[in-house]
């Protein structure tokens, strides 16, 4: 029978009473919390002063896990478990969660943060011992939404004062790409489509590099721009065969997600690679837009660090060092037998005495696009100065004895006006 109160461990109202030893205790029917238990006496000594001893304090138990705690910590094993963790990891994420259960904050949360906190403590242990897991991937298996698990993580680094390293780009890469379904031929995945899975991870990398360079990783979350590096790697490879293949569609033959903001971060990856384009002498002939410019990613991803450099110039630079980066691109062209017309001669075919036209800095997207502000309206003033002013009011802005007595004249002078005499 439910009894009055609340149980502390999961806030719900279901106590009933139940017998242990012949003592009666109030039970949780929800967790099976001990809300109040019974009464033993141990001894005669105990007995005769009249002093009852509970049957924690009887049987030497201080401390009980209480079955919330026990399915958390079956959570966090089938979490490991799930994610093919070795033993150490797990063994490391169980100590962390008994450690944050017992906060008293941790224990009276809502059962929603109970289930995050299994997760963090996943993440916390994956990350210090350097396992490429995101925290998207464990709010995908727990179904926890992304807010309250960022919350709950910050929340539990702090409170037991852990050092969390940040998550290395490389390995989440490398473990990213592994997953894609592409390098063995299938009945849903067509031979042309298939790739070798060393020469797409290396120009995925390269990719990845790139834009972190070019400020496209910066607060972003990382799997998207993953996702758009990992499918110009893989079109560049054969350009041929894969430009006319989608984003949408490569996602689903390699059996992937897409994540949502890919596509932003796959055209702001071709508006970077464009630029470099520009620097190149052998392709600015060529008026590469943002799809002929993906046969070309192997040359510019070769020059990358020096076309980076070039890009981010701010054009201050001296007319010979000008000259000298100018020679210097037109000998790569030499090297790769591109040139004027495609002679092969390393030249560019431009008016005498004018130098090629300065391409746009690179810079971040935010300030590329920055958000609208919306500038709040000033509110139309409706005073026009005609207005009348009450007597009350009028006192306030009377300032010396002059302005107080010529009010009351006229105050008087108007009740004069005013006033009808009296009939004879």
């Avoid at 924690?56 to 958390?72: A, F, H, L, M, W």
């Avoid at 890469?173 to 379904?181: A, E, H, I, P, Q």
């Avoid at 592409?182 to 060393?198: G, M, R, T």
């Amino acid at each position: 029978m439910p009894g009055g109160g609340q149980c502390p461990d999961c806030g719900s109202t279901e106590l009933v009473e139940d017998s242990h030893y012949s003592q009666n205790q109030l039970v949780c029917s929800d967790c099976g919390c001990v809300v109040t238990e019974g009464v033993l006496t141990t001894t005669f000594t105990d007995e005769g002063n009249l002093r009852e001893v509970t049957y924690s304090r009887s049987t030497g138990e201080n401390e009980q896990v209480s079955r919330s705690q026990q399915r958390g910590l079956c959570r966090v094993r089938d979490l490991c478990r799930v994610l093919q963790l070795p033993p150490t990891f797990e063994d490391t994420a169980v100590a962390y969660y008994q450690q944050a259960y017992q906060h008293s904050g941790i224990r009276a949360a809502r059962l929603q943060k109970k289930e995050v906190l299994v997760g963090c403590c996943v993440l916390i242990t994956c990350r210090q011992r350097n396992w490429p897991l995101t925290m998207g991937t464990i709010c995908t298996l727990l179904y926890a939404d992304l807010d309250v698990f960022s919350g709950t993580y910050l929340q539990m680094v702090k409170l037991l004062g852990l050092d969390v390293p940040s998550l290395c780009l490389v390995d989440l890469v490398k473990t990213y790409c592994s997953s894609f379904k592409l390098f063995e031929a299938s009945s849903s995945v067509p031979a042309k489509y298939v790739e070798d899975k060393e020469k797409m991870l290396s120009r995925t990398l390269q990719l990845v590099e790139l834009a972190d360079e070019t400020w496209l990783v910066t607060g972003r979350h990382p799997l998207p721009v993953i996702t758009a590096a990992t499918f110009l790697a893989w079109q560049s490879l054969r350009p041929s065969d894969r430009l006319t293949c989608s984003l949408a569609r490569f996602c689903k033959l390699a059996s992937v997600d897409l994540p949502y903001p890919a596509s932003s971060r796959l055209q702001e990856l071709l508006a970077v690679l464009l630029r470099l384009a520009e620097q190149l002498a052998w392709l600015q002939v060529l008026k590469l837009d943002k799809r002929s410019v993906v046969a070309h990613i192997g040359d510019l991803l070769q020059h990358r660090h020096m076309l980076v450099r070039k890009a981010f110039r701010d054009g201050t630079a001296e007319p010979d060092a000008l000259d000298a980066q100018e020679k210097e691109l037109q000998g790569l062209g030499q090297g790769q037998g591109w040139g004027k017309e495609g002679r092969g001669d390393g030249s560019v075919d431009l008016p005498a005495g004018k130098r090629p036209a300065s391409p746009t800095l690179l810079l971040p997207p935010c300030m590329l696009k920055p958000p609208k502000r919306i500038c709040p309206t000033p509110p139309v003033s409706t005073v026009t100065g005609d207005e009348n002013i009450s007597d009350s009011e009028i006192e306030q802005y009377l300032r010396t004895p002059q302005e107080v007595r010529d009010f009351q004249r006229a105050q008087a002078a108007r009740q004069a006006a005013t006033s009808v005499p009296n009939p004879p």
